[in-house]
């Protein structure tokens, strides 16, 4: 198993891929709360993503930024 240093990881379904040129726009639904992560057609591929399949996202980031609703 591939261990991670990334703490937060969100499992959920594919349920979108959107292939651009040089870019897919993946879209997860997770619980009923919609991620999207832009990656390489070539990741997608070595990957094997397709729709319908379970996938984790996988968030690292040093910055988050939050906003209010007005």
Known sequence: ML???A?????????KIAKGAT????T?????????ASITNEA???LK?????LA?????ASDIMVRIEA
Do not use: C, F, P, Y
């Open 44 to 46: 997608v591929e070595d």
């Open 7 to 15: 703490r937060n990881q969100i499992k959920g379904k594919i349920i």
């Open 49 to 53: 993503l397709e729709e319908g399949k």
């Open 56 to 60: 984790v996202a996988v968030i690292k």
């Open 3 to 5: 261990k991670l240093s």
């Open 23 to 26: 870019t897919s726009h993946i």
């Open 28 to 36: 997860l639904d997770a619980a009923g709360t919609t991620l999207m």
